[in-house]
């Protein structure tokens, strides 16, 4: 449901206080709260910035303890009555009202200045003993970073354009108290480096968000504790959000606390973990798994907990967990990579999610999935200037990666295969499990090889794995839906199957939440024909059908072919046909 904002309840237009000059002589309260509000699609769309606004109003946050200032701008269109579209403007909330302070004219949300002259003119208008940062939108990790505005061919902000933004606004002299990412993928130990100068606090999720994000009543704990530090209050926001969602949700749900203080140690760490995996990797060894070499390295780098996986056509973030990562290595290296542990657990100060594995509350960019794109990310991570022991490690598992062209397997699943021609068969289903078993469906252990396989509206469809929770997994079908490349995004819980939404296949950065499938879209599935005879894959699509979509399951087709789906070390993959299907 759209909630709207009224220019009667919660609009003071035109205020003067600034041209009177009340404000910069104002003594400072205990709080100065940012928020850049860059409402992309997830707000011309879907109204998820006008949900959050609607929050912030009505947190009951007195404006004696924060001043709130917020940054709006990047959307084609909001769903509310008061913020305009064609021009950005910055409110100040103040006692469950926003109040339009000064408006910027059009200016692109992607530029570095943007940011900047936000931070200055909050700054020297609002002083505050305390200063935090809240960035709202899409992100993207370590490679593509934060944000797509709508207005400026959804433009967005790298790392560094962050870090120029921060050192340009004078942060370097006068430190956040903390910054935050209401965004995907952000808790990454790049982003944390580069902060670590601006910043005394990073509060960030490592996996993707749900659309409506954090819960912005978290305001009013500054109305009993308004001088909170920023481990204080980032706790507050991680467990208002966590809250939000419950323990039963099966919604991906990560977010962290980060002291900045001690990043750049497990950055240290991590090159020096690197440092003995590059002596390991040095010839690109065919050495066996259990004795390390590219092989083991590779293995393990399969095995590491990945965030913001997709289907093979929405695969590209790369971002691992670093303290799966490292556990994985410590056999190999249980010196460096106990380092690695410890430095994490001084810089993460608070950690909750729901991941099915333990995770150590930072991400890093460790190239496998994206490996199609990988001369690009790693320019793009070689200029962020991070250990020169772990950049190397990553060209070097890169070139790995490029020259393998066959290896050893890591995983298998049966699939189901319609016959094109005598060489070549078209991809049609995809067991979820390795073992060839679906999950639990009314309480049946249905086996897909002999008895049946997934559909949507008569399609038969792959089902990718991309993510286990403790509460639910997610799969994904790579497709067309309307003029949107997307992955059709379906949860297996307890309570059985959902079609949950999709997710686009953004170029910059990883979409926050999904978007609904609404009746009378137009869909069209995505399938890999394979050729046996040149081992090569190729993409074709169905034709169009219109959602509402239903989930079924049902026997294959006579005459089509059941085989295995072979992944090797390097992503490269095989089929090979087992039997036919009578």
């Not at 204080?232 to 962290?256: H, M, N």
Request: include cysteine; hydrophobic fraction near 40%.
């Amino acid at each position: 449901m759209s909630i709207k904002l009224s220019y009667n309840r919660y609009i003071i237009v035109g205020l003067m206080m600034l041209l009177m000059g009340i404000i910069s002589h104002h003594t400072p309260t205990p709080y100065t709260i940012m928020i850049y509000m860059n409402g992309s699609d997830l707000e011309s769309d879907f109204g998820l910035a006008t949900s959050d606004l609607a929050e912030m109003l009505d947190s009951g946050l007195n404006a004696k303890n924060a001043n709130v200032l917020i940054f709006t701008g990047g959307a084609n269109r909001w769903q509310n009555d008061a913020i305009p579209a064609n021009e950005c403007v910055i409110w100040q909330l103040s006692n469950g009202r926003i109040n339009e302070l000064k408006s910027v004219g059009k200016v692109d949300m992607g530029k570095p200045e943007t940011l900047r002259d936000f931070i200055i003119y909050v700054k020297e208008n609002f002083p505050a003993e305390k200063y935090g940062l809240i960035m709202w939108d899409h992100g993207g990790g370590s490679i593509a970073g934060f944000g797509q505005d709508e207005k400026f061919n959804n433009s967005s902000l790298s790392l560094l354009d962050m870090k120029h933004a921060f050192e340009e606004a004078g942060l370097g002299d006068e430190k956040l108290e903390f910054l935050g990412f209401d965004a995907c993928l952000m808790a990454t130990i790049e982003m944390a480096v580069l902060a670590s100068d601006y910043a005394h606090v990073l509060i960030a999720a490592e996996d993707l968000e749900p659309g409506e994000g954090w819960d912005y009543t978290f305001l009013s704990a500054l109305n009993g504790r308004p001088r909170m530090d920023g481990f204080q209050f980032g706790k507050v926001i991680v467990d208002s959000f966590i809250d939000f969602f419950g323990d039963d949700s099966d919604e991906i749900l990560t977010l962290s606390v980060t002291d900045l203080a001690y990043v750049k140690p497990v950055m240290a760490a991590m090159g020096l973990l690197m440092e003995v995996a590059l002596d390991e990797m040095s010839e690109i060894s065919d050495q066996a798994y259990n004795n390390g070499g590219f092989n083991g390295l590779a293995t393990r780098r399969a095995k590491t907990k990945t965030f913001g996986e997709g289907s093979p056509r929405d695969n590209y973030a790369d971002m691992v967990d670093i303290g799966d990562m490292a556990s994985l290595l410590k056999d190999l290296f249980p010196i460096q990579a106990e380092a690695v542990h410890s430095a994490l657990k001084k810089a993460v100060v608070y950690n909750r999610h729901n991941s099915d594995v333990d995770l150590w509350g930072l991400s890093t960019f460790y190239i496998y999935g994206g490996k199609s794109q990988g001369e690009n990310s790693l320019e793009v991570y070689s200029a962020l200037g991070m250990d020169d022991y772990y950049t190397s490690y990553l060209q070097k598992f890169f070139t790995g990666l490029q020259l393998r062209t066959w290896d050893d397997v890591i995983h298998e699943a049966y699939v189901l295969l319609m016959p094109i021609n005598e060489n070549v068969v078209r991809i049609v289903g995809l067991c979820a499990h390795e073992n060839g078993n679906v999950p639990q469906m009314e309480n049946e252990r249905l086996n897909c090889v002999t008895e049946i396989w997934p559909k949507i509206n008569e399609h038969p469809v792959a089902l990718f794995p991309i993510a286990t929770t403790e509460n639910a997994r997610k799969y994904a079908i790579p497709a067309r839906l309307n003029d949107c490349e997307v992955d059709i995004i379906l949860s297996h819980s307890d309570c059985g199957w959902k079609i949950s939404g999709s997710r686009n296949r953004i170029e910059n950065v990883y979409q926050k939440g999904l978007d609904p499938i609404l009746p009378g879209d137009e869909i069209a599935i995505y399938y890999q024909e394979y050729d046996f005879s040149t081992n090569s894959e190729t993409w074709v699509k169905s034709e169009a059908f219109h959602a509402p979509l239903s989930l079924t399951w049902e026997a294959a087709p006579e005459g089509y072919t059941v085989g295995k789906r072979h992944v090797d070390i390097c992503k490269n993959v095989m089929y090979s046909c087992t039997s036919s299907v009578e």
